[in-house]
C-alpha cells in the first residue's frame, strides 16, 4: 500500500498523521474514486460468491496475471530483468492446478516454473547488458512466483473446499477488510507512535491496536455465524491474520521503497495498481486456509 497520509494501510496499519495533517486525510489521493472501485470490486465479489462460486478461480487467475505483470514491469524498469512469459504462464498453472489437485498440484506447477525460470533465464543471460545479475534475477523470480501465484493460489482452494467454500473465501475478506477498517480508524483518532519508520514512517502502533481488535471481533462472529466453528478459535485467528496481513503491507512497501516507487500500477483510480490491493490479501489466504482446514475437519 502506499506509503502516504491518505493511504488505508492493507492489513490495517493506517497512517498517523501529524496534529496539522490530520485535517488533510485525504489529500493527495482521488478518495471518491477509490471508494467506488473499492465498492465495486467488494460487490463483484460478493455476487461470484453467492451466485456461480467456481468463477472465483478465474477471477483470482485474471488478478495474478496482472498483478504478475505489475510486478515484473516495475523490476524492470529497476533494472532487474525477468522473464515475463514463463512467470505468467507458470502463474496461471500455480491457480489452475489448485482447482483439481489441491496443495500438490500448486507444488508440483511452483516447482516446475521456477525451474523453467532458471533455464530460460539461464540461456537468455548470455546476451544481457548485466553479466553478473543472474543470481539476482532469479531471486526475484521466485520471490515474485511464491509473493503473488503461489499465495493467490491458497485464495482459490479456499473456494473449492468441499465444506462451505464460498463462505471461507468471504471469511477471508472479512477480516481483512474488518483489520483494515479498525486499524484506519484507531490510526485516525489517536495515531501518535510510528511504528515502522524504516518502512513506513506514518504507520502506528494505536492503528495496530485497532487493527487487532476489530480482527479479534470479526474472526469471533465470522466463525459463530458463518462457519459454524467454535468462536473461540477468532480470538487466535483475528489477530493472526491482523500480523499476516500487516506484513503483507509491509512487504510491498519495502519492495517499493527499494523500487522508489509508490504505486505498483495505475489500474484502479485511487488505489493505485491491482498489486497494492492485494498485498495484504495473497499472505492472509494462506493463513486463513491453514487454519479453516484444521478447524472445519476438527
Known sequence: MPDSPESVGSGGLPEAPSAPEKR???AGRNLPAAIAVGVSLGLMIVAILVFAPLLWVPLVAAAVAVATWEVVKRFRAAGTDLELWPMLIGGQAIVWLSWPLGPEGVLAAFVATVLVAMIWRLLGHQHT?????????????V?????????ASFGTMLVV???????RVAALMILVVCSDTGGYAAGVLFGKHPMVPAISPKKSW??????????????VLVLKFLLEVNPVWGLLLGPVVVITATLGDLLE?????????????????GHGGLMDRLDSLLPSAVVVWAALTMLMHA
Open 24 to 26: 488533510k486525510i485525504s
Open 129 to 141: 547488458a548485466a553479466p553478473n545479475s543472474f543470481t539476482r534475477d532469479i531471486s526475484t523470480t
Open 143 to 151: 520471490l515474485v512466483l511464491a509473493w503473488v501465484p503461489l499465495f
Open 161 to 167: 473446499a468441499e465444506d462451505r467454500g464460498p463462505a
Open 206 to 219: 494505536e492503528g495496530f491496536a485497532g487493527s487487532m481488535v476489530a480482527g479479534a471481533v470479526a474472526a
Open 253 to 269: 512497501s519495502q519492495v517499493k521503497r527499494d523500487l522508489g516507487i509508490k504505486d505498483m500500477g495505475t489500474l484502479l483510480p
